[in-house]
T-cell receptor, first 112, second 110 residues
Framework: EAQVTQNPRYLITVTGKKLTVTCSQN?????MSWYRQDPGLGLRQIYY???????DKGDVPEGYKVSRKEKRNFPLILESPSPNQTSLYFC???????????FGQGTRLTVV | KQEVTQIPAALSVPEGENLVLNCSFT??????LQWFRQDPGKGLTSLLL?????REQTSGRLNASLDKSSGRSTLYIAASQPGDSATYLC?????????FGAGTRLTVKP
């Protein structure tokens, strides 16, 4: 089954404790991206990757890092999480940047 | 910078009604427009994708249209059902990014 898998689905952590949210897709898509969704602000893009070893900033990249060492994986790294990064995070992939996007089920992160 | 607006923000209708959700965008230089459904606390499910060269797409009771020159898209839902209750998001694909509207929260009452 074609899918985008995020882990964990839920995470509560403390300020400053590094964490990684994993994202994996099994569709051999070149394009992957991360979004955060906040009430009243909608979905905003954090980072995206056009292919392996190619990443770029979206609208809200501050406080986040990504890497794309393999085509299927695109982890989101929070080196020093802060409470304002409490949000619902989505990973997405598409065959190219302009094709239909498939989304993961989301990761609800709470930073206390 | 592309701005995407969805109207109305919320909509409540009785079961069986036909309804239209609206999406507008400021930059007509798009590659495609996609409509998604999101249930509370869940991920996004793609409903319809319209390429920039297309005018409409249909899937079952759903029909989406695109007028790129005027920066508008509509999602038409026929014979609405309580199971259609969800938030509907439109997203516009540019050269590198996808921009979302804030969504329309739809409630279909039995």
């Amino acid at each position: 089954e074609a899918q985008v898998t995020q882990n964990p689905r839920y995470l509560i952590t403390v300020t400053g404790k590094k964490l990684t949210v994993t994202c994996s897709q099994n569709m051999n898509h070149e394009y992957m991206s991360w979004y955060r969704q906040d009430p009243g602000l909608g979905l905003r893009q954090i980072y995206y990757s056009m292919n392996v070893e190619v990443t770029d900033k979206g609208d809200v990249p501050e406080g986040y890092k990504v890497s794309r060492k393999e085509k299927r994986n695109f982890p989101l790294i929070l080196e020093s999480p802060s409470p304002n990064q409490t949000s619902l995070y989505f990973c997405a992939s598409s065959r190219e940047g302009v094709s239909a996007a498939f989304f993961g089920q989301g990761t609800r992160l709470t930073v206390v | 910078k592309q701005e995407v607006t969805q109207i109305p923000a919320a909509l409540s209708v009785p079961e069986g009604e036909n309804l239209v959700l609206n999406c507008s965008f400021t930059d007509s230089a798009i590659y495609n427009l996609q409509w998604f459904r999101q249930d509370p606390g869940k991920g996004l499910t793609s409903l319809l994708l319209i390429q920039s060269s297309q005018r409409e797409q249909t899937s079952g009771r759903l029909n989406a249209s695109l007028d790129k020159s005027s920066g508008r898209s509509t999602l038409y839902i026929a014979a609405s059902q309580p199971g259609d209750s969800a938030t509907y998001l439109c997203a516009v694909q540019g050269s590198n990014d996808m921009r979302f509207g804030a969504g329309t929260r739809l409630t279909v009452k039995p």
